[in-house]
């Protein structure tokens, strides 16, 4: 599961825009995946590492 | 010594004047014969991809790679990254093509990115039943010849998205110097 699937798992109703605008995941290319870059969204806190590996 | 004049065999005169401040600057001029373009030392590269697709994840900025250099006059792009060694301001152009590998995208997107953040955005598609889609990113950046670095990101939203081995590529060229 990407880390894309597991927030969107976690926050069900967060939109694809959300992913354009407050929410920035990146991948560099260098080996080491996906990663959250930004996270500002209004409504919903940025997860934590715990959170995300327990989906 | 402010300036040297060079005159020309009939008429008139080329004027080399130095700055007002304090310090030594070197003009080189390139080894050309015949009319000399004074830009030999002005950055200039294209790549672009070639070999295999670049499977990145839906919805995540991923830095995309470029396996080809058609030129790089300086020397300057390496690792997908163009770091610029003179200081200026360099016209950034890139055109990434994506698709999902199955499907259709609702969303695809291009940025031009500066020592690693999002600096400028490119074309924003948000749009239904995107299939196959070339999207492009145009602007003036600026480095400051050592430190400043620009790469080329790209999103999609889709099922397992790529970025395709055609149509994918990435250029600059300094414009003026700082």
Known sequence: ?55 | MSSVVISGDTSGSITLSAPAVAGSNTITLPAATGTVMVSGNMPAFSAYKSGSTQSITSSTWTKVTFDVEEYDTNNNFSSSRFTPTVAGYYQVNASIDMLPSSGTATRASTRIYQNGSAYKNGTELQISNITEVGVIASALVYCNGSTDYIEMYALMTGTTPSVQNYGTYFQASMVRAA
Not at chain 1, 6 to 23: G, R
Request: overall charge negative; charged content about 25%.
């Open chain 1, 1 to 55: 599961m990407t880390l894309f699937e597991k927030i969107k798992a976690l926050y069900p109703s967060l939109e694809d825009k959300d992913f354009m605008t407050v929410i920035t995941l990146q991948n560099d290319s260098d080996g080491k995946g996906d990663y959250i870059a930004r996270w500002s969204h209004p409504e919903f806190a940025q997860p934590t590492q715990a959170e995300l590996d327990a989906i």
